[in-house]
């Protein structure tokens, strides 16, 4: 009898660490899926699914669910309601996703009570990691992408550069950059323009510039139909003509780049991602997203999905599967990869992404247009947290 007992307990052991084994980790993407923003959506889901695919669909030995769920766009207190369901009532393991600043913001409170690892795949403003421990970042800030593009307009001799902004928080983040490190320089911006997020007109806005007797603008716009409009502004209401040289960063976004035509060609931004990257792994990543849809598109917010989950990856790998979050986040901590885009690391400090920020032209590429990377500023850190 004792010893049917012992095989029992044996037994019962065997088949509760191979249950806890193959336990079903749980991953909650928030991001907009409906709406004007609502290709986000898609490039996150096309990207998560692509890389789990690539891993034959487990982390780690484990399998992964993935719930999915749509903020419509700017949506803070939508995000924050949805974020709690997920955590409380689907009790996932991590969440991921966010698309815009004030929605990772809304979340903090909820991640940081409930010890929940939070992987941020594009809001952009530098200190959204100092208002949860358990945010880590894989996106980009505007001060990483915008101090270098500073630096190389000064380089280039521009000594009058304006500023023009969509009015919300990463907006002033790129001005604030953008301002500082001219001004450091020797540099002057001699004026600042900050356009409502709703803008659809910005004729306006590059008649200002234009009568500004600037060298140069640099702009920061949302993805989407704002990049179309303004850079049909800056060509029909002649900036290009008049030698008021156009320096950005997402505003070439892959995603929209066929829709400009020549307007296009030439334009120069500062940023840490193309589709166009001379690498082994930005080759496997596009082929990978191209395998799980015919449509898929490689850019800044599907690389930061898939770089996300390489994160989400390795603090399962470290925790086991286990729900510990405080051992996830400090195993993250401690990652350095080759990303699609180059080499990253996770600045323990910041818990925010280092990585190569380049120097991009549009050009034509076999039918296409292409963010060409001329030049490679190398390793840059959130220079937001250290300003």
Known sequence: MRKLIGGAIAAAAVACAAQAQAATIKVGVIGPFSGPFAH???????????YLASHAGKLAGHEVQVLYRDNGGPNPSGTKALAQELVVKDKVDYLGGFVFTPNAMAVAPLITQSKTPTVIFNAATSDITEKSPYFIRTSYTLWQVTVPAARWAYKQGKRKMVTAVTDYAPG??????????????????????RMPISTTDFAP??????????????????????????????????????????LGSAETDEFDLQKFGDAALGLTTAFHYSAAH??????????????????????YASVGAWDGMAVIHRMIEATGGKRDGAAAIEAARKLSWESPRGPVSIDPATRHVTQNVYLRKVERSGGQLVNREIENFGPQPDFGLRK
């Open 205 to 246: 806005f590059v008649q200002r510039i234009k009568a500004s007797g600037a060298q140069g603008v640099y702009v920061f716009l949302p993805g989407g139909p704002p990049n179309l409009g303004f850079v049909k502004a800056y060509n029909e209401n002649g900036l290009r003509a008049a030698g008021i040289d156009f």
């Open 278 to 299: 001379d690498s082994d792994a930005n080759r496997k990543f596009i082929e990978a997203l191209r395998g799980q849809s015919k449509d898929a598109i490689a850019n």
């Open 172 to 193: 002033v983040d790129a001005e604030t950059a953008f301002k500082t490190e001219f001004a450091r320089l020797g540099g002057t911006v001699v004026e600042s323009i």
């Open 40 to 50: 986000y959506g898609k490039l996150y889901k096309d990207s998560v699914e692509a």
